[in-house]
């Protein structure tokens, strides 16, 4: 079983910075791909960004591709989002995923994410 836990979300204006963090209590083939995904009140969950864990590649959705930079340290277990140029459209609730390595790939998505943390609320104001 992998616990992860989200922290880093807040409040801020349109155009500012976030960095969210995600650290998941163990490694196992089931975080070989861990990733950042995103809810918004009414609309559907989306893939934001996944990473690679064994081999860092990196995916992102279109609509934060340029503005967010998922990132990890695997000494530390942990998984990145920065969030740069936040707009109103941002908000949401953040979850962090993980699952095994073909959960990777283009478009972000949350199929075959197996473990998922509860969430890290997001509001940009404009």
């Known amino acids: 079983q992998v616990q992860l836990v989200e922290s880093g979300g807040g409040s801020v204006e349109a155009g500012g910075s976030l960095r969210l963090s995600c650290e998941a209590s163990?490694?196992?083939?089931?975080?070989?791909?861990m990733g950042w995904f995103r809810q918004a009140p009414g609309k559907e969950r989306e893939g934001v960004a996944t990473i690679s864990t064994g081999g860092g590649s990196t995916y992102y959705a279109d609509s934060v591709k340029g503005r967010f930079t998922i990132s990890q340290d695997n000494a530390k277990k942990t998984v990145y989002l920065q969030m740069n140029s936040l707009k109103p459209e941002d908000t949401a609730m953040y979850y962090c995923?993980?699952?095994?390595?073909?959960?990777?790939?283009?478009?972000?998505?949350?199929?075959?994410?197996?473990?998922w943390g509860k969430g890290t609320l997001v509001t940009i104001s404009s």
């Open positions: 995923a993980a699952g095994s390595y073909y959960s990777c790939g283009y478009p972000p998505s949350h199929d075959g994410m197996k473990y």
């Open positions: 163990t490694y196992t083939y089931s975080t070989n791909c």
